[in-house]
C-alpha cells in the first residue's frame, strides 16, 4: 500500500452537480469502509487486526482527497453505494467471513482506475486492498469450505432435484398423494444418498492423505544413518526435489537427528489442509440435512393442499427464491458480484425442472 498523501488535483473549473455528487459518493464509501474495517479489527487479534487497521488508516487517507476536492460540498451526506451498504449490513449480520468477501468484491470493483479526479496512488492502493483483503478472506474461506460446501451442495440438489422430480410426475396427471408420496420418497432417498456419498468422500480424502504421510516412527532410524553413504536423499527425491537439494537436505537432516534426543523426519506439504474437507460425520450430516430442507422446499404446496397450475407456480417460485439465495451465496463468498452468480443457479434450476415437467407432459399425453 501507497503511504504518501494522496494529493487532490486542481479542476480547471468549478465541478457541476452530478460530479460533486459521485465525489459525495466516493467519500461516503470510504467512511463507510474505513468503519467497516476497524470493526472486523476489534474483532481480530495479531497481525490480523494490524492489517485491517491498516487499511482502515489508507480508507481515511483516501477521505482526505475527496473532502480536499469537494470543500464546502463535504459537509453534505450522501448514502454509500449498494456494495458498500451490503458489506456494512451483512457483516453485521453474518460476520467475518462476509465482510471479507464483500470488502473483496468492493475493492476490486473500485472506479478509481476510471476517475480523472482520483489520484494514480489511490487507485493503485485499491488494487493493492483488493489483493490483501483477498489473503485474508481465503483463510476465513478455508474454515468454512469442507462442511459449507457440503451444506450448499447438498441444499442446491435438493432445491432442483426434487423441483424437477415434482414436477416431472405432477405434469403427468396423478394425483396430489402420489406427488406428494414421491416428493418425500425422492427427499429421503436422496439426503441419504448424499449423506453416505459426502461421508465417504471425505473419509476417502483423509485415508489418501493418511497413506501419503510420513511414517512417524521412521524418525527413529535418523540418528543411525550414515551421514556420506544413505538413502534418505531419495526419500526427498521421491517428494519432488532435485538431486543436489535432496543430497543436502539428507545431510541437514541426520546431523539434527545426531544432535538431538527428538529427531523429526521432515515431510513436504502435500498441498491439502486437511481442516478444508472437514470430517466425515460432519459433511454426511451438513449434506443430510440441508438437502433435506431443500427438498421439502417442492413439496410444501403440495402438504398443505394445493393442486395444479397453482402448486406447480408456488412450487417454483419457492424452489426460485432459495436458487437465488444460494447462489448467490456462494458468489459472495467466492468474492464474485453474487447477482450473476444466483440468476445462474437459478436458471440451471428452472431448467432441469422444465426438462422433467416437459417430459412428464409428453407421458401425461401418450397415457391419456
Same mark, same amino acid.
Given at each position: 500500500m501507497s503511504n504518501q498523501q494522496s494529493s487532490a488535483p486542481a479542476p480547471s473549473e468549478s465541478p457541476d452537480?452530478?460530479?460533486?455528487?459521485r465525489w459525495q459518493r466516493y467519500l461516503a464509501n470510504e467512511r463507510l469502509e474505513e468503519r467497516v474495517y476497524r470493526d472486523l479489527a476489534a474483532r481480530r487479534t495479531g497481525e490480523d487486526r494490524e492489517i485491517l487497521l491498516a487499511l482502515a488508516t489508507a480508507e481515511s487517507r483516501h477521505q482526505q482527497h475527496w473532502i480536499s476536492l @469537494? /470543500? $464546502?460540498h463535504a459537509e453534505k451526506k450522501r448514502t454509500p453505494d449498494l456494495v458498500t451498504l451490503s458489506l456494512a449490513f451483512f457483516g453485521r449480520l453474518f460476520g467475518s467471513v462476509f465482510i471479507l468477501a464483500l470488502a473483496q468484491q *468492493? $475493492?476490486? *470493483?473500485s472506479p478509481y482506475q476510471n476517475e480523472v479526479a482520483a489520484s494514480p496512488e489511490m487507485a493503485a492502493d485499491e488494487r493493492i486492498h483488493a489483493e490483501v483483503v483477498r489473503a485474508l478472506a481465503a483463510r476465513s474461506r478455508a474454515r468454512l469450505s469442507g462442511n459449507f &460446501?457440503? !451444506?450448499?451442495? /447438498?441444499?442446491?440438489d435438493g432445491l432442483v432435484s426434487n423441483l424437477? @422430480?415434482?414436477l416431472g410426475v405432477g405434469a403427468a396427471g396423478v394425483s396430489n398423494t402420489v406427488i406428494l408420496l414421491t416428493g418425500i420418497s425422492g427427499l429421503l432417498a436422496g439426503a441419504l444418498s448424499m449423506g453416505a456419498g459426502e461421508y465417504i468422500s471425505v473419509r476417502s480424502q483423509r485415508e489418501l492423505l493418511d497413506a501419503s504421510t510420513p511414517d512417524p516412527e521412521s524418525r527413529h532410524a535418523l540418528a543411525d544413518l550414515n551421514i556420506d553413504a544413505n538413502e534418505l536423499a531419495l526419500v526427498f527425491r521421491a517428494r519432488g526435489m532435485d538431486p543436489a537439494e535432496a543430497e543436502a537436505q539428507a545431510h541437514r537432516t541426520i546431523a539434527e537427528a545426531k544432535s538431538t534426543q527428538a529427531p523429526q523426519l521432515p515431510s513436504l506439504d502435500a498441498g491439502v489442509d486437511r481442516d478444508e474437507l472437514g470430517t466425515g460425520i460432519g459433511a454426511a450430516i451438513s449434506s443430510f440435512?440441508?438437502? *433435506? *430442507? /431443500?427438498? @421439502?422446499i417442492p413439496i410444501l404446496p403440495y402438504i398443505f393442499g394445493m393442486s395444479g397450475l397453482p402448486a406447480v407456480f408456488l412450487s417454483a417460485g419457492l424452489v426460485g427464491i432459495a436458487l437465488l439465495f444460494t447462489g448467490g451465496t456462494v458468489g459472495l463468498l467466492s468474492g464474485k458480484a453474487p447477482g450473476? &452468480? !444466483?440468476?445462474?443457479q437459478m436458471a440451471i434450476g428452472f431448467g432441469a425442472a422444465a426438462v422433467t415437467y416437459g417430459l412428464g407432459l409428453l407421458f401425461g399425453i401418450s397415457t391419456a
Open positions: 452537480r452530478r460530479t460533486i455528487r @469537494l /470543500g $464546502e *468492493s $475493492e476490486t *470493483s &460446501r457440503a !451444506a450448499v451442495f /447438498g441444499a442446491n424437477a @422430480l415434482v440435512c440441508f438437502f *433435506s *430442507s /431443500g427438498a @421439502l450473476p &452468480r !444466483a440468476l445462474r
